[in-house]
T-cell receptor, first 114, second 113 residues
Framework: GEQVEQRPPHLSVREGDSAVITCTYTDPNSYYFFWYKQEPGASLQLLMKVFSSTEINEGQGFTVLLNKKDKRLSLNLTAAHPGDSAAYFCAVINSGGSNYKLTFGKGTLLTVTP | DPKIIQKPKYLVAVTGSEKILICEQYLGHNAMYWYRQSAKKPLEFMFSYSYQKLMDNQTASSRFQPQSSKKNHLDLQITALKPDDSATYFC????????????FGPGTRLTVL
């Protein structure tokens, strides 16, 4: 089945710096990709969904890059601030398997210090 | 108002007992899911339901049984509880369709002693 590797497991940056989190996946049938944010003790908040070919999506304070050729998905928080401190998870859905099953990476715990 | 309600927020159970985790969504979605998050494993898909029918079951144990009494309800019954079942259980929902966004509830944190 699909395997999603997420790096790094922990990331500490100073306020104003950028933070980059990367996921690689194995199944070429993976078609839909998501980033979720989880604050301590809270649920998962959907940040962005991306699909199709190489694509850059910009959200509020972050950029998501998908490279299907390399099977790589990245989240770049530009000018991080302490409110960005949280766990971040990438997730993947395969078009060939269950349309419903999200396969998650193990997460990245981001700490942004003032 | 919360759109996905999970009850209870915290649950403590003894080994061998049975518990039901409640999930209700008010997003008008037709698909609902259960995921589990523990210290030992990453977020793990358990079940998906669409229009109250089981679509996918990735749970090896029959001790976990989803129950859908209404379109916007998907409860999770867990029998013969074990300490390894200790985890936070998240309910999620989405529109029906391929690769649609899934929205997560606040979770039920289960501790089995």
């Amino acid at each position: 089945g699909e395997q999603v590797e997420q790096r790094p497991p922990h990331l500490s940056v100073r306020e104003g710096d950028s933070a980059v989190i990367t996921c690689t996946y194995t199944d070429p049938n993976s078609y839909y990709f998501f980033w979720y944010k989880q604050e301590p003790g809270a649920s998962l908040q959907l940040l962005m969904k991306v699909f199709s070919s190489t694509e850059i999506n910009e959200g509020q304070g972050f950029t998501v890059l998908l490279n299907k050729k390399d099977k790589r998905l990245s989240l770049n928080l530009t000018a991080a601030h302490p409110g960005d401190s949280a766990a971040y998870f990438c997730a993947v859905i395969n078009s060939g398997g269950s349309n419903y099953k999200l396969t998650f990476g193990k997460g990245t715990l981001l700490t942004v210090t003032p | 108002d919360p759109k996905i309600i999970q009850k209870p927020k915290y649950l403590v159970a003894v080994t061998g007992s049975e518990k039901i985790l409640i999930c209700e969504q008010y997003l008008g979605h037709n698909a609902m899911y259960w995921y589990r998050q523990s210290a030992k494993k990453p977020l793990e898909f358990m079940f998906s339901y669409s229009y109250q029918k089981l679509m996918d079951n990735q749970t090896a144990s029959s001790r976990f049984q989803p129950q859908s009494s209404k379109k916007n309800h998907l409860d999770l019954q867990i029998t013969a509880l074990k300490p390894d079942d200790s985890a936070t259980y998240f309910c999620a929902s989405s529109q029906e369709g391929q690769g649609v966004e899934q929205y997560f509830g606040p979770g039920t944190r289960l501790t089995v002693l």
